[in-house]
Each structure stands twice: as C-alpha cells, then as structure tokens.
Nanobody
Framework: QVQPVESGGGLVQAGGSLKLSCTAS????????MGWYRQAPGKQRELVAS???????NYADSVKGRFTISRDNAKNTVYLQMNSLKPEDTAVYYC????????WGQGTQVTVSS
C-alpha cells in the first residue's frame, strides 16, 4: 500500500520560510512525477509544483520565484522549500506521487500570519 507521508507544516509569519517533505514508500515502481497541491478554505485544490524523476519542474504562477521543489529519487522523497511566504499561501498542502495511480498524502497545514 503506497502512502505518501508529509511533514514540515506549521505557523510562520509573513516573509518567513518553511520546508515541507514527503516520502512515498510501498511501491516497486518509480514515482513520476511527484509534487504538491494545496487547498485553502472555500477554494479548490490547486497544483503548487511538480517535479519529474529527471528533475523537470513546473510551478504555479503564484509561487514562482518563492518556492522551490526538489526530490531525492533514492529516497522517494520530494521537498518544497517555501520562502517569502504570504498570508495567501495559507492552506493545507498535499503531497502526491504518481506511477500507475496517483497517491495522496494526508495533508499538512501551513498557516502564514500577517
């Protein structure tokens, strides 16, 4: 059973930084891509960033230049470094990992205070 597990969420002041981590285990197949979505209260879930096994990245316009996604293929782990955080970044952040299916983490809360 594949279950991505996130860590690293929390409360931070505007302008601060957080780093999220997510490890997906339980599959003999590589995960491609891996990434992060987020969902704020009353809003739809949106893609934040994704990264392929080869390292190609994709970002939402709202986080370009502030967030950096990376991964460690040997550990099936994806990271999201979030800098210059804004109150509008407040959301539950969900990790996902894809091979034949798309697997979701349980979510981690990120709260940015103004």
């Amino acid at each position: 059973q594949v279950q991505p597990v996130e860590s690293g969420g929390g409360l931070v002041q505007a302008g601060g930084s957080l780093k999220l981590s997510c490890t997906a285990s339980g599959s003999i197949f590589n995960f491609n891509p891996m990434g992060w979505y987020r969902q704020a209260p009353g809003k739809q879930r949106e893609l934040v960033a994704s990264i392929t096994e080869g390292g190609s990245t994709n970002y939402a316009d709202s986080v370009k230049g502030r967030f950096t996604i990376s991964r460690d293929n040997a550990k099936n782990t994806v990271y999201l470094q979030m800098n210059s955080l804004k109150p509008e970044d407040t959301a539950v952040y969900y990790c996902y990992a894809t091979n034949y299916f798309k697997y979701w983490g349980q979510g981690t809360q990120v709260t940015v205070s103004s």
